[in-house]
Each structure stands twice: as C-alpha cells, then as structure tokens.
C-alpha cells in the first residue's frame, strides 16, 4: 500500500492542486526542487482544555495544562513500523528535559501503547512530532539531536507551522478557482478579485482578459509566489518567547530579501533545508511535513518520498505553537451602512483571512438585538454571510449587528456592522431641497428610513414613461440627480423600490421653468476674469466686453441664484461704464450694463519664517522653509503691489480639501506700514486632517486679490528614539509612521525603506544612519526631504 492510499481522495486532490513549495527539505539531490505534493501518513489529534474536547483543526495555540491525545493514522495493513516520538521544547537556549520527550509504537495492539497521550507542560512553546522508522535505539536518537540542537528545531517547528497556515490560504483560493472553472467560468471574472483580497493571495489581473477558458489556469500559474503575507497567521505561528527572532521570518517581509510582502511560505525553504541538513546522521535524514487539517486528522505532505534504507526518512510535524496565539483583528472591510432585508447580505470582513481557509473561527454569529443570526465565512464574497436569509419582520430601522464567535477555546468579538431595515415611514425631500428646475440635472436630497435598502429610484414627469434615476445611498436619505433637461414644467412622481417591502413608496414633485436672467458681471480693470450672477446662466455660451472674450468656467447655485465664472484672454478696460455682449447657446444675445471696477489689489509674499519646536520625549525632525509642520508656526509678510493696505484687510488661506481660514486684525495680522502686513499661521487652525499646498489671498470688503501659494503644510510623525545594533540594523520607534512614505540613510536615498500605506505599528526597521542623520520622505510632501538627527 503506497502513503498515496492513507489520505482520502478529496485532500489528495487539495494537495494536487496547492502550491509547489521548494525544497524544504535537505533530501536528496534533485528533491530541493520538489514540490509538497507527495502524500504521506496522517494523524488524528484531540485536545482536551478543561472539560471541552476540541479537534485539532479548531485550534490555533496549545495552553500549558492542555491534555493531548495523538494517534498515528495508518493502515491496517501497514508493513513498516513507526515510533511516533513527542518533543516538546521551550526555547533555543534550553534543552528539554528528557521527561518532556516521549515516544509510542504505532503497531501495538494496546491502545495506551501505540499513542500518545500528552499533558503540556508549563514552560513549553512548541510541540513537535517525529514518525521513526523502527531501529534500534531510534527513540534515543531522536532525543539526543532534540536536546543537543533544540534551537534548530524551535526554529524548523515555528517555520513548518507558518508553512503549513499559509498553504490552508492558497488551498482554498485554488480550490475555490477550480469550483469555478466548472460550474460557471463567466463568473471567474467577478469573484477571482475578491477571492484574492479575502484570502491574501496575489492577483495577475491580466489573466482576466483572456477568453474565459483560460483565466482559471493563468490565475493558478507560478503558485510558488502566490501567497502574500499575512500578520496574524504569522503571529499564530510566532516564535517562542525567549528564542531569537527566526532571521526567514523577518526576511520574508522585506523587499531587500527580494521577496516584497509575500509570505514565508517562500522564505522559510532554503532555511529549513539547511537547519535539517545540519544535523542529519548516515542513520537519519530528516524530512519536514506540511499539516493539512480536518477535522481531528492531520494529513501530512511531504516534498520528497521517504526513504526506508539508511540513512531512514524521519518525518518531522509541528503542531500549534503554545501560548502564542492571539485574536483575530477582524475589521469592518466597509463603514457604510447594509441592508439587514437583502438575501444576499455580505457583512465585509478583512484582517484575518485564517477565518477562510481555517476552522480556527467557529460558531460565528452577528447578534442583533439580542438575536443571533448564524454565520458563514465566504471568501468569494469577502465577509460572512447568514446561513439563513435575515427576517426583516423582526426589526425596523437602524439596528447594530456584532460579530461574536469563538476562536479556539476563546471568545471571540468582531467589528460592529450598521443593518438598516425598511418601514412604511414615507420619503420626503430635505427642509433645504431648491425647486426643481426644467432644462437641466437637478441634485435632490431625500430623507427615509433604510436608504441602504433602496434597489432603484424612477422618474415619471406628468403621465409620461417611468426613467432611471441615478441615486447614491447616504446614512440618512439619497442623494439623486434628476434628469429633468428635456422635461416640461409640471408634476413629477419618484418611485423608490426598497428591498424587503412589496410596493414602492412614492414622492410627488414638481418642476418649474426658470426664465434666462443676467443680473450683473463683476469685473475688475486688468483682470481676464469676471463672474455673471442671475438665473440659468447654463446657457450663456460666451461674453464679450471690448477686446476680451470670456467663456463659462464653472457654474454654481447659491439658493436661487447662479453664479458663473467666465475667464478668458486678454485685460478687462479701464474702470468705468460699459456695454458687455452675452451669447446664448440657442444663438441670441443679450447687451448687459458693465461698470468695470477699479483694479483689485495685488499682493506679493515677502518672507516667511517656520518657527518649529519638539517635545523632549520627541527626536526633533528639521524641514525646510518651504514645508511647515503641523506643530510649528509659520510666520509671514506679504506686500500690497498696488494701493495701500488697511487694517480692515484680511488674510484668508486655504488648502487642496476645503479647508479655510480668515485672519483678521489682531495678534496673529498686524500692519507694519502702509503696504506690509505681517502674519502668523497656527496649523492647527485648519483642523486635524489639513496638509498639503496652502494658499493666501487678500480679501477686502467683499472682495479678494489672486490666490497665490504659500507653503506646503505636513503632519509629521512623533518619533521616538532610533536604536542600532551591533551589525548595524536599526529600529526607528515612534507613532503616526504611517505620515513617512520612505527612509533612507543618505541624502540620495539609497537603499530607502518605504513604508507601507496605512502601516499600523509604532516600529519599523530603517538604514543606519549617515553622519548621524537618516532622511525621510513624507506622505504629505513627497518632494520635499526631512532630516532625522540621531545623535550617533
């Protein structure tokens, strides 16, 4: 009987299709290569943890105290005798005692014999399990080769474990592709994207453009480097307290290691291969095994066939690490809120694709009210969805729905999801809605219960035909836009289909005509501007006032007056009176009354001055004139080009978001003379979120000169402290880092490291510093460098 025959032809097809992870092993030449495709015997294993009895399959860490029941799964009629050999270990730098080393001979009739049963001792981090060929003085073996080198195998167990996780991910993403090979390959298209995100797996969407037959086999093509990192599965398998960071582990998340953000399921090969081969004898050869789990058994994999003639095959397991799991930072993939009433409700999830392609996470529920609605995870549809539809009889309005489970022997809580469910309240337009207008696209705002709910929005003017109206749902109503430009004046009738009521609910409007009216053109002698105000100024198609021609640049409405802008070529006359001609797009012309002011004044800026301080527990960042950091203060001059300055003149600055402010006579705005105004610019004025190029503009009485640029303000992170090692790697501490997009330890930025976007942690490993300085780059101001003094 081949080891072919101990897995069940289901997970030999799982194995079939997975990654080809090279040469773990030290095997034989040739072997390196190999992929983990080779079956090999399984195991069946129980953990006892008070009184609750979980499989292995549901469990990601062991606990000390935990009683465990291990069995070597193979056939009836299985000719080569196997001691199956326990290890536990506690650290790199300490030997086990003997007594935690324990061995049992699979091919005995007594059961207490032929398995293992294990109590977990304090102190242990890792379990590791060893299938010996018989041989004499095998048990012993292994014992003295754990004993003698248990850091290697600290370090092979944690590697294997870390392995072994990351190719649950790459089985289901495999296997979910191949499900969709067969049964529909159109849809591939649709769900390969979120299958990829959902599991962390890398995705060629070029493989999407070709014809569909062969999208299934490009998306599974070079799998070796499909598999992208993943922070909890590698805190699953973590290493052991008191043992040296595994240099693989660390390497595997770097782009110097040339392997970007995919997982150690590459990394770890040739160090595994080489810690085995260290310590291989002419009696053994050890081989490592993948564990794929179900339930209580463990189908191992191997990535070499085992060997029966010296020196023998061991086959080397790991199980969970011990005491070094934690909960799964499970996060709300999407904010907005989600029809509880939708059949095909998805509550989106991410931060934990273990959830997918694990049973680690059991029993999950969203608790609504007290009720619990059973769960399932789905990677294809990248969240949990109800086993069963929701009944929307049960709940009205804004309800919140918890995820809540148990990961393991724990509790586990997820994010919070907003479920909106519909009433029979009826919709209305907003207190501020203006009246619709025939002749253009008119934005309305609705108010209802459960927008999230709404599937179509309609439009009937009069006793006209019904037409699509295009809606986006808002936490509190709809935002529309009515397409009312070929619609006449009269009624008009909104239908809006909700999701879990049978009849729409309706809103009854109407449309008037507005008249074509210019009430005046504001514009200033010099100036190759000017703005029209009055009513459907959407159709002026140009102005013309002496040698300028001005066309529209950007319309708005302020209650029931338009504003346009029109700019152009050319200067506006000398002040005084005159006669502007107004073309309309339906081709008449109107003769508008002008009287072009006199010229606005303009403004310089003169100096500046970044007044910038840190705090003492802070290592102080130095920038430039031309950046301001959000906790400095920038000190300003500008001079009046032409007129004089007043103290009645204001200063307002603004930046790329909206963001505004008015400063007026007082500390931060003073006069110096006639033409000087000196100023002083608090960030923080403009809220927390501002950053980027700030503008300042004069404003007089109504009126404003050119905005010119001033700065470009950042938000700086609060760094902490920078230590270096003794090989010259150092780590950079602090909060906020994700406000760096790179560090570098030149001024060229050499061997930069880049952050990554929206990075969490408050360490990142950087250059050493140059001269005592390292040069970060920013995310607000990627143009612009800022040194780091170190004080080395």
């Not at 999230?452 to 009069?462: D, L, N, P, Q, Y």
């Not at 053109?521 to 009513?535: P, Y």
Request: charged share 20%; proline share 8%; hydrophobic share 45%.
């Amino acid at each position: 009987m081949t080891f072919a025959s101990l897995v069940p032809h289901r997970m030999r097809r799982a194995a079939g299709a997975a990654l080809l992870l090279a040469g773990l092993a030290a095997a034989p030449a040739g072997a390196a290569d190999s992929a983990f495709d080779l079956p090999g015997p399984g195991l069946r294993v129980t953990v006892t943890r008070g009184t609750v009895t979980l499989p292995i399959a549901q469990l990601p860490d062991l606990a000390a105290g935990d009683r465990i029941e291990i069995h070597a799964d193979l056939p009836e009629d299985q000719r080569t005798r196997f001691v199956l050999v326990s290890a536990f270990l506690s650290s790199a730098t300490n030997p086990p005692p003997k007594e935690w080393i324990e061995a049992a001979e699979t091919w005995k009739r007594k059961q207490k014999d032929r398995a293992l049963t294990l109590r977990v001792p304090e102190g242990a981090r890792q379990l590791v399990l060893f299938l010996v060929p018989e041989t004499g003085g095998a048990t012993g073996t292994i014992a003295d080769a754990v004993r003698n080198k248990p850091g290697e195998f600290v370090r092979a167990a944690q590697a294997i474990n870390q392995a072994s996780l990351d190719r649950s991910r790459l089985d289901a993403f495999v296997a979910a592709i191949r499900a969709q090979e067969n049964k529909d390959p159109a849809h591939l298209k649709a769900i390969a994207p979120m299958l990829a995100r959902s599991l962390a797996i890398k995705l060629n969407a070029e493989c999407l453009d070709k014809v569909v037959e062969f999208q299934a086999a490009c998306l599974l093509e070079n799998r070796e480097s499909l598999v992208l990192a993943d922070m909890h599965s590698s805190s699953v398998a973590a290493t052991l307290a008191g043992a040296p960071t595994d240099l693989a582990l660390q390497l595997s998340y770097t782009r110097e290691a040339g392997l970007g953000y995919y997982s150690q399921y590459i990394a770890v090969v040739r160090d595994i291969a080489r810690l085995f081969g260290a310590f291989s004898t002419p009696q053994f050869r050890y081989l490592p095994a993948l564990g794929l789990q179900e339930g209580e058994r463990i189908a191992l994999l191997l990535n070499a066939a085992p060997s029966f003639a010296k020196p023998k095959s061991v086959l080397v397991a790991s199980m969970p690490a011990i005491g070094a799991d934690s909960l799964p930072r499970l996060r709300a993939a999407n904010a907005a809120p989600l029809c509880g009433a939708d059949p095909n409700l998805v509550l989106p999830v991410e931060g934990a694709p273990l959830i997918y392609s694990t049973d680690y996470a059991r029993n999950m529920v969203v608790r609504l009210n007290g009720a619990d609605v059973a769960l399932q995870a789905r990677a294809d549809r990248g969240g949990y969805v109800p086993r069963t539809p929701i009944d929307p009889s049960r709940f009205q309005g804004s309800v919140e729905g918890r995820l809540h489970g148990t990961w393991g022997y724990q509790a586990l809580t997820g994010p919070a999801f907003a479920l909106q469910f519909p009433t029979a309240a009826p919709w209305k337009a907003g207190p501020e809605a203006p009246s619709l207008v025939t002749g253009r696209d008119n934005p309305l705002k609705l108010e209802g219960p459960a927008p999230a709910c709404v599937s179509s929005v309609s439009m009937r003017v009069g006793d006209g035909p019904a037409q699509p109206v295009k809606f986006k749902a808002e936490e509190d109503g709809l935002a529309l836009t009515l397409p009312l430009k070929d619609a006449r004046p009269g009624d008009v009738t909104l239908e809006i289909r909700q999701t879990g009521r049978p009849a729409p609910a309706t809103v009854a409007l109407r449309a008037y005509r507005e008249a074509s009216r210019i009430a005046g053109l504001v514009l200033h002698a010099g100036d190759s501007w000017g703005e029209l105000t009055g009513q459907r100024l959407d159709q002026v198609a140009s102005v013309e006032l002496g040698g300028l021609r001005l066309k529209p640049d950007g319309l708005t409405r302020e209650g029931d007056t338009d504003r346009l802008r029109v700019a152009g070529a050319g200067d506006a006359p000398a002040p005084g009176e005159a006669t502007a001609r107004v073309a309309l797009n339906d081709g008449r012309t109107l003769r508008l009354p002008v009287t072009v002011r006199p010229p606005r004044i303009r403004v310089e800026l003169l100096d500046k001055d970044v007044r910038a301080t840190a705090p003492a527990s802070q290592l102080p960042l130095v920038a430039g004139n031309a950046l301001l950091p959000d906790t400095a203060r920038l000190h300003f001059s500008l001079r009046a080009a032409n007129g004089a300055l007043s103290a009645r003149d204001a200063i307002e600055i603004t930046g790329p978001r909206g963001q505004s402010l008015i400063l007026k006579a007082g500390p931060n705005l003073q006069l110096q003379g006639d033409t000087v105004l000196v100023a002083t610019l608090d960030p923080a004025a403009l809220g927390p979120s501002a950053f980027g190029p700030l503008r300042f503009r004069l404003v007089r009485e109504g009126e404003a000169s050119d905005w010119r640029p001033l700065i470009t303000l950042a938000r700086l992170p609060k760094i902490e402290r920078v230590d270096c090692g003794a090989q010259g790697r150092c780590t950079l501490t602090g909060q906020s880092l994700f406000l760096i997009e790179a560090i570098a330890g030149t001024p060229s930025f050499d061997g930069l490291v880049q952050v990554p976007q929206g990075f969490t942690g408050r360490t990142i490993e950087v250059p050493a510093p140059q001269a005592g300085k390292l040069y970060i780059r920013l995310q607000d101001a990627p143009s612009e460098v800022v040194e780091l003094p170190t004080g080395g």
